[in-house]
Nanobody
Framework: QVQLVESGGGLVQAGGSLRLSCAAS????????MGWYRQGPGKQRELVAT???????NYADSVRGRFTISRDNAKNTVYLQMNSLKSEDTAVYYC????????????????WGQGTQVTVSS
């Protein structure tokens, strides 16, 4: 199994910044992509940003230019730097990872973290 543990959420005023981290651990052979999703109050879970092992990134239009996703492949860790935060960024942020497990079959895996709350006060 592969576990993801997020950290870095909290309460911040509008216009402020937060940095989220997510570390993957377990029987990992390789991680192809990592990313962040979020689910705001009364809303469906939505994509925030993703990054491949090669560093290719993808962002939701709502966060492009304000958020930056990065990863440390050696540490199996992904980060989300969030600047110029708005009240509409308030949500539970979930980390996700897809890759290959270090088992006999080199099985594919897809894992989610438990989520971290980000609250932006206006």
């Amino acid at each position: 199994q592969v576990q993801l543990v997020e950290s870095g959420g909290g309460l911040v005023q509008a216009g402020g910044s937060l940095r989220l981290s997510c570390a993957a651990s377990g029987s990992i052979f390789s991680i192809n992509s990592m990313g962040w999703y979020r689910q705001g109050p009364g809303k469906q879970r939505e994509l925030v940003a993703t990054i491949t092992s090669g560093g290719r990134t993808n962002y939701a239009d709502s966060v492009r230019g304000r958020f930056t996703i990065s990863r440390d492949n050696a540490k199996n860790t992904v980060y989300l730097q969030m600047n110029s935060l708005k009240s509409e960024d308030t949500a539970v942020y979930y980390c996700t990872a897809k890759g290959v497990m270090n088992d006999y079959n080199l099985s594919d895996f897809g894992s989610w973290g438990q989520g971290t709350q980000v609250t932006v006060s206006s």
